[in-house]
């Protein structure tokens, strides 16, 4: 209302004055100054809220801004957790190559993770001490541990290697041929019947010169060898399973070159 008010004053004064310019009240020509004026108040609120167009708080098209940065759009996010994993992608400075930077860039995006060097106060360690490490059952909730309640969970393995994303590979299923016996023209043999997909699991470097390559993004808190410095156990991140592949993302994408990156996170 109150740009049509101040639009329709500007449209009156680009007339001249005098009685044969000034319309009636409720005449033809004071509605239709009424509709240009509510026609340009809707411009002027279209080119107002293209101020906007870069903030990721505020954009009003916030899907080509996420597809501008690469941040991938996921439906089971809601608006401002999406803004919110914007943000850092598009005020981003010139990454560092550290894992300091990459501590900022997940502070940033609201995941209440840590980064740790291999070490850094003393000798890298084998990275699967961590990478294997077996906890201790552990109740998610409730009182009864029994099998197959889901409320319970017991001696997970400690971590996860991420290197350049997921890499799958495709298996043949079961190989199928139909009724087959001598003289059957019908029969088939060679036949798969499915495909499936197997991830690839990457190994644990085992060559000490290549563990100082091997940083980790887990809980906050890790214990450390007060005599050598060494990393003895890292507590479990946990991140909330929509935002695994974002977590992922992040990780790939400002980690320093040439390294691996062992996540001790549970998806919840």
């Given at each position: 209302?109150?740009?049509?008010?101040?639009?329709?004053?500007?449209?009156?004064?680009?007339?001249?004055?005098g009685?044969?310019?000034?319309?009636?009240?409720?005449?033809?020509m004071?509605?239709?100054?009424?509709?240009?004026?509510?026609?340009?108040?809707?411009?002027?609120?279209?080119?107002?809220?293209?101020?906007?167009?870069?903030?990721?708080?505020?954009?009003?098209?916030?899907?080509?801004?996420?597809?501008?940065?690469?941040?991938?759009?996921?439906?089971?996010?809601?608006?401002a957790?999406?803004?919110q994993?914007?943000?850092?992608?598009?005020?981003?400075?010139?990454?560092?190559?550290s894992?300091?930077?990459?501590q900022?860039?997940?502070?940033?995006?609201?995941?209440?993770?840590?980064?740790?060097?291999?070490?850094?106060d003393?000798?890298?360690?084998?990275?699967?001490?961590?990478?294997?490490?077996n906890?201790?059952?552990?109740?998610?909730?409730?009182?009864n541990?029994?099998?197959?309640?889901?409320?319970?969970?017991?001696?997970?393995?400690?971590?996860?290697?991420?290197?350049?994303g997921?890499?799958?590979?495709?298996?043949?299923?079961?190989?199928?041929?139909?009724?087959?016996?001598a003289?059957?023209?019908?029969?088939?043999?060679?036949?798969?019947?499915?495909?499936?997909?197997?991830?690839?699991e990457?190994?644990?470097?085992t060559?000490?010169?290549?563990?100082?390559?091997?940083?980790?993004?887990?809980?906050?808190?890790?214990?450390?060898?007060?005599?050598?410095?060494?990393?003895?156990?890292?507590?479990?991140?946990?991140?909330?399973?929509?935002?695994?592949?974002?977590?992922?993302?992040?990780?790939?994408?400002?980690?320093?070159?040439?390294?691996?990156?062992?996540?001790?996170?549970?998806?919840?």
């Open positions: 209302m109150a740009d049509h008010t101040f639009l329709r004053r500007a449209l009156d004064l680009i007339f001249p004055k009685p044969p310019y000034e319309p009636d009240i409720d005449g033809d004071s509605a239709l100054r009424d509709g240009d004026a509510e026609n340009l108040a809707d411009i002027r609120e279209d080119v107002q809220s293209l101020k906007y167009i870069r903030n990721p708080a505020l954009t009003p098209v916030l899907s080509d801004l996420e597809r501008e940065f690469g941040v991938n759009f996921q439906d089971t996010l809601t608006e957790e999406r803004r994993l914007l943000k850092p992608e598009v005020y981003k400075r010139k990454t560092t190559g894992t300091g930077d990459l900022q860039r997940l502070d940033d995006g609201g995941f209440d993770l840590t980064v740790y060097d291999n070490s850094p003393g000798p890298a360690i084998d990275p699967a001490i961590i990478l294997q490490q906890f201790q059952m552990q109740a998610a909730g409730g009182t541990y029994y099998a197959g309640n889901t409320l319970a969970y017991a001696a997970f393995l400690g971590g996860d290697l991420l290197v350049n997921r890499v799958f590979e495709q298996c043949r299923g079961i190989l199928g041929a139909g009724e087959v016996w003289g059957n023209t019908n029969a088939v043999a060679g036949y798969y019947d499915n495909y499936f997909q197997s991830e690839i990457y190994p644990i470097p060559d000490p010169d290549s563990w100082p390559f091997v940083f980790f993004v887990g809980g906050d808190g890790a214990d450390i060898n007060p005599a050598t410095g060494e990393l003895i156990s890292i507590p479990q991140g946990s991140v909330p399973s929509n935002k695994q592949k974002l977590l992922e993302d992040l990780i790939l994408k400002f980690k320093p070159l040439f390294t691996w990156c062992g996540l001790i996170v549970t998806y919840t």
